[in-house]
């Protein structure tokens, strides 16, 4: 089991910014990694995803122009930069990681997840 370690995450105020990051173990050979996120109530939902090796990213339609995902080149780290926040975008976030290539929505297909990092964005 890859061991997936989250930082960041707390309160802001609507238009704030906020920074996640997420960091693999070193004996992880992920491919994808991923941030979704959920709110009370709520299903899981696709945020953002980087393909490690390559650099290609793809966002939810929510939050794209606002987030921006990106991946450091020396190891199996992402970071999440949270822009122009909304109080929709309270919620737990997760960071995931798969062995696959794809920039997948679907957060089955993910194989490795972070504990969690709550966002709570005041209006």
């Known amino acids: 089991q890859v061991q997936l370690r989250e930082s960041g995450g707390g309160l802001v105020q609507a238009g704030g910014s906020l920074n996640l990051s997420c960091t693999a173990s070193?004996?992880?050979?992920?491919?994808?990694m991923a941030w979704f996120r959920q709110a009370p109530e709520k299903e899981r939902e696709f945020v953002a995803a980087?393909?490690?090796?390559?650099?290609?990213?793809a966002y939810a339609d929510s939050v794209k122009g606002r987030f921006v995902i990106s991946r450091d080149n020396a190891d199996y780290t992402v970071h999440l930069r949270m822009n122009s926040l909304k109080p929709e975008d309270s919620a737990v976030y997760y960071c995931?990681?798969?062995?696959?290539?794809?920039?997948?929505?679907?957060?089955?297909?993910?194989?490795?997840w972070g504990q969690g990092s709550q966002v709570t964005v005041s209006s």
């Open positions: 070193a004996r992880a050979n992920s491919r994808t």
């Open positions: 995931a990681a798969t062995r696959q290539a794809g920039l997948e929505t679907l957060w089955v297909l993910y194989d490795d």
């Open positions: 980087i393909v490690l090796s390559a650099g290609r990213t």
